[in-house]
């Protein structure tokens, strides 16, 4: 049987010892600790940039869309023709009568090899005596009915085709429009990380920075310098002053910065692209120093952002998610090229 000892108390270098390496350990970062939050500036320009960055991803799924749409029409005008080829086939079949329609599903074979292959020669002889006195019209009929076969599946193919490229259209839309909201809830996110009071010192400072600009989505009425369809466009335009933002809206309550461009240009009559990148590859190019009022503005480059000019060095454009419609000076942002329709 062992001897029991009771435990030695530690020493006072050892408690020491413990005491230091606890407070050092007490000193290390811990995952519990909460990332500091962004100020109020940094989520302004964290925000700003995300808005920015959903525009490009807007144009393209406006493009697709309108691709979309095509394709939606040449499927149903297809289907139409489906239906209707498929009607004139039933009815020739119905023309053409049993025996005919025999006749067109056997191919046209050899007489002789009918009689070879044939169980009853003599029952065939009597078919074929009877298929000797088909009428032209029949014989016509069984043509017609050859040939709207052929175009049937002819339709039948270009359908197919037509129906898996809108598939196509549709899943790309939806990817576009998947990166587009991921943007746009990120940049929520980071608001709703802000107090009411946090967010109302945002708003009034980006008030303050349009004032500085030069920058109004206050209603007005254009008494600038244009004139005829460029005026037109315009004075519509500046009736949409004050309307909301809204990524692949064309209106009337709220647009896109290209939704904006093409329904004033509708007003006066013209008719142009979906999308920024559309519009700049249709119109005829002009100079900065030439600019005239109604031409579109491209800022940053040939597929992101776009506005009207007004004339006397300012712009009207559908800016962000966020904001209106808004009056701007012409190099509020990079200036990439301007185009008249």
Not at 76 to 89: F, P
Not at 90 to 105: D, F, M, S, T, V
Not at 185 to 214: P, V
């Amino acid at each position: 049987m062992g001897t029991h000892r009771r435990p030695k108390p530690p020493s006072r270098a050892r408690i020491a010892t413990l005491g230091m390496a606890a407070g050092a350990v007490s000193l290390l970062p811990t995952q519990s600790q909460a990332a500091p939050k962004p100020t109020v500036d940094e989520v302004r320009k964290q925000v700003a940039k995300l808005y920015e960055e959903a525009e490009a991803p807007t144009e393209e799924y406006n493009e697709v869309r309108e691709e979309e749409k095509k394709l939606q029409d040449e499927v149903d005008s297809a289907q139409d023709r489906l239906a209707g080829k498929q009607q004139e086939i039933n009815e020739l079949r119905g023309k053409i009568g049993p025996l005919a329609a025999a006749q067109y599903r056997s191919g046209a074979i050899d007489p002789s090899v009918h009689l070879f292959l044939s169980g009853d020669p003599d029952d065939y002889l009597d078919k074929a005596e009877m298929l000797g006195r088909t009428s032209d019209r029949q014989a016509d009929a069984l043509r017609a009915l050859e040939r709207k076969q052929r175009e049937l599946a002819q339709e039948r193919a270009t359908a197919t085709q037509r129906l898996k490229a809108l598939e196509q259209a549709r899943t790309k839309a939806g990817e576009k429009k998947d990166e587009v909201q991921g943007k746009l809830t990120e940049a929520r996110k980071l608001l709703n990380s802000l107090t009411a009071e946090q967010r109302a010192r945002m708003e009034a400072a980006q008030e303050r920075a349009d004032a500085a600009s030069g920058s109004s989505d206050a209603p007005a009425g254009y008494n600038g310098p244009a004139s005829g369809r460029g005026r037109t466009a315009i004075e519509f335009a500046y009736a949409q002053l004050g309307k909301p933002y809204e990524w692949g809206s064309t209106g009337p309550n709220s647009y896109d910065c290209s939704g904006l461009v093409g329904a004033a240009w509708r007003s006066a009559g013209v008719s142009l692209p979906r999308t920024v990148k559309q519009m700049y590859d249709a119109g005829r190019k002009v100079a900065k120093s030439d600019l005239q009022p109604g031409d579109i503005i491209y800022w940053y480059n040939d597929n992101q952002h776009n506005g009207m000019y007004v004339g006397n060095g300012k712009a009207i454009h559908a800016p962000r998610t966020g904001k209106n419609i808004e009056i701007v000076p012409l190099d509020s942002m990079p200036f990439f090229a301007a185009s008249r329709p």
